[in-house]
Structure formats: C-alpha cells, structure tokens
C-alpha cells in the first residue's frame, strides 16, 4: 500500500508492524530488555550500525518503533525517537543539539517544567535563554545573538491558548539559519503539522491527547533527520526511553487520535461558546472562537481549535480557588487531554510560584481558568462550570 495516499486515519490504524509467525491481528507486545545475535559477526555488525535491527530496549524496540513511525508519517517527519516523559523529550532534544556557549530565543510562554529548565540548569552549562513575548512576534529578531542556536515555542501555549504563526517563525530561523523546534503537545499530529510550516523538529509529550486516557506517560521528538541522529545517540547513553510497553500503549491510542481529538474539539467549542455568555466570566479565549486574538492564524494552521479552553473569572484569586472548590463532576487534576474533563486554576496552583509580573506576561491572570475538556456529553459538563460559576 501507499501509505501517503491513505487517509490520515487509515495511516494511524494500518500502519504497524509485520505480524510474527502466529498471524496475530493486534501487534503484539515485545517486552524484553535485549535481543540476540546469530553469531560474532551478527553482533559485530550490528554493534557498528552495518545492519539495521534491535539490540537492546533502551536503544530501540519493536513497539517504540512502531509508535515512532506513526508519528513521524503523521507529522510528515523524516526519523524519530520515543523517550519516557515529554520533558524527557524536550530536555534531551535542547541537550543533544546545544553546546556551551550558545543561546536560546524561546517564547515566554512555555510550560513550567521547561522554564525552570531554561533558568534554573541550562544556565549551569553557559546556555543562555532570551524570552520574547507570544503576542508580540515582531520583537523577536531583536534578541536574537550571534550565539542564538535554537528557536523555540510552544503554540498553542499552556494555559493562556495563544498562538503564534508557525509560518513566520520558520522565515526568521531559516533567515538567521536557526533550528526551529515546536512543541505541538496540544494540538497533535492531527490538528497541527508544524514541518509542513517550516519547523525543524516537533515535540509531544504523548502523556496528554495522544494517549488520551491519562493511563501512561511518554514523550516523542521527530523531525530531520540529521538532528534526530544527534539526539537519538545522545538518548542512547543517558538513558530516557520510553518502555515498551507504554509504546505499545500509545500506537494503540493512534488508532483513535483522529475520532478523539474531534469530539474533543467539539466539546471545546461548545463550552467556549457557553463560557462567553456567562455573566461571571471576563473572557474566553479559544484558537476557534472569532474572538480569540489569534483566529486567523489558527485557522491557518490548525484543523481545528484543540481541546483547552482558558477564561478569566470575575473575582480574581479567590474566585478561581472558590470555582474549584464548587466543582462536582470534572475532575482537579495537574493532567490534560484525558477522557475527562480537568479544571485547574493556575494563579493558585502550577504557576503559584511565578511573582504576579512572571505570570502576568504570560498571559496567566490571579482568575485564569484552564478547561481541558474530555469526552462527556458535553451539557453535562456545562452544567457543572455554570453551577460552579453560580
């Protein structure tokens, strides 16, 4: 079959590994550390990379493969590699690719994780970080350096949902001859192809919609291949590999992703809509909505909107611990992109650290909301933010 005339859900379904000797309809799991060698020179061959096979689970596995070149058809990726987080991901594709010395221009707002990664240990290595701020990309070239190695953003961004024209992103890295990496964790593969806009390398922590079920962690980076070799041989002795068996989890949720994600986003858009009408809310802010800042730009980019949805309530820090508090049905949780929906208020909880300044210019204010809305009959999750609402 080719693979590139097939739909994308026929692609996520049918794409798998040849079936053993047992005829087995489902790929089967391959949980074992290591493999063996038909002689000394199999081994020797294989050691030197004159053959292409597995060796041992932490350089490369049947399952994580399968998983890897789903993935990489999907986002349309040249090679890959499969780690045990996303910040496994995110940290070993900066470390493979940076030296010390050099710099990094990423947006603002990025998750919390890689912020204390760009301020609290790159810094120990003589790399620098420079933030510029989403909602002003024309700002951008002015920090980039000499030095300036990678480009980096998140779109759309955790929990503020902005956007960032990919497009234009890639005109600068490709004008000052940086590589760009996107973090495309929310939109995933089927909503968003950040190569087809000029992107380097994509990142997902498959944790959260690829796996859709808040079962396993995982994480995945893919993109050209000359980069994901220094990253695969730079994973290969430090040791962050995602297990088989998560593997095998994770081609599984692909086969679903695309049915998913729309319902998903469908759910989205409803309560989007919902939240804007009510009296208690300031604003919404959904890719989807018309009056999102950035609606032409997801359209551009994105199938559509995702799943998180991101409002401000009347009443600042109290009355977004109060809403939680009022909560029944969805559930308080530090995921997203489960089946179920999860409500957090950030200023209270994930970005409580951050000084009001920090969280204020990433677009994080005391009454911020983020919804990542599940698969529930969808009234049935309005009626519980309108009656936490009051």
Known sequence: MNKKKLGFETNSIRNQLERTQYQEHSVPLFLTSSFIFEDAEDMRASFSEEKERNIYSRFSNPNTSEFVEKICQMEGAEEGYAFATGMAAVFSTFAALLNAGDHVVSAGSVFGSTHALFTKYFPKWNIETSYFNINQPETIEQFIKPNTKILYAESPTNPAVDIIDLELLANIAKKHNLILIIDNCFATPYLQNPIAFGADIVIHSATKLIDGQGRVLGGIA????DLIREIYLFSRNTGPALSPFNAWVLSKS??????????????????????????????VKYPFLPSHPQFEIAKKQMRLGGNIVSFEIKGGLAAGRAFLDKIKMCSLSANLGDTRTIVTHPASTTHSKLSVEERLSVGITDGLVRVSVGLETVEDVVNDLQQALG
């Open 254 to 283: 692909l086969e679903t992703l695309a049915v998913r994600v729309e319902k998903h986003c469908d759910n989205a858009l409803k309560i989007a809509t919902f939240l804007e009408s009510n009296a208690n809310v300031q604003t």
């Open 222 to 225: 893919v993109g050209r291949a």
